[in-house]
């Protein structure tokens, strides 16, 4: 049961790339398509379910993209994305809306992008139709950029979320969730974090004090 659970759940690209925040969280696998695996994610949301009803906490380490969902607070701006996925905010789309800001056309189109992106799980996928053959531009940057932004986090793992809240709605009223944010979903779910000081001052790394999602102030951008 426990590796059916991980195969519909994978270590964000933070984790993945080693670097951002949350670099210790699961999201949910947008690769989990199939009707075998978003049953599971239907049972892994009847699970947190229970959790809540029972107080019987689990010993889940997940993105706050996830909670964001169990209280129907959509994911949509790029700070949302850095916290799985700070490499793709930082060298694609900052840099498309830096160029875009600074009126560098010729560097932009240097870039070579086109209306394809990659999805969390690697797949790539035309942001629109004929995407292939539309590059970034100056004037197309913008809706580039929301399109991109519209794929992390909504369509790209549209099923799977759905599919966990179909799963939760079973044990808990979804609409009572909305009461809390995502923070408060998760210690719904997960209880108080125990936190071992010692254990963390002995295995903090310390950089840059200008974090990754700090450095996104200035360009925020929402889908709509």
């Not at 797949?123 to 992390?152: K, T």
Request: charged share 30%; proline share 2%.
């Amino acid at each position: 049961m426990k590796t059916q659970i991980i195969q519909v759940l994978r270590p964000t690209n933070n984790n993945l790339n080693d670097e951002g925040n949350y670099r210790d969280c699961c999201t949910l696998n947008a690769a989990a398509r199939s009707e075998e695996q978003l049953e599971m994610i239907r049972f892994l949301g009847r699970l947190l379910g229970v959790a809540i009803r029972t107080k019987d906490y689990l010993d889940l380490c997940l993105a706050p993209e996830f909670w964001a969902n169990i209280v129907s607070d959509r994911p949509n701006s790029l700070r949302d994305l850095a916290t799985s996925d700070v490499f793709t905010v930082r060298e694609i789309i900052r840099e498309v809306l830096r160029l875009r800001r600074d009126g560098q056309g010729s560097n932009l189109e240097n870039l070579e992008l086109n209306f394809v992106a990659a999805t969390s799980d690697g797949r790539d996928v035309p942001l629109i139709r004929g995407g292939e053959s539309v590059y970034v531009n100056l004037d197309n940057a913008h809706e580039f950029v929301r399109r991109l932004l519209r794929l992390r986090l909504d369509t790209e793992s549209r099923s799977q979320r759905m599919a966990i809240r179909q799963g939760l709605s079973e044990i808990v009223p979804l609409s009572l969730l909305t009461l809390y944010t995502r923070r408060q979903a998760e210690r719904l779910v997960c209880g108080d974090a125990d936190i071992d000081i010692d254990l963390l001052e002995d295995n903090t790394v310390y950089g840059d004090t200008t974090s990754d999602e700090e450095d996104l102030k200035g360009d925020e951008l929402e889908v709509k």
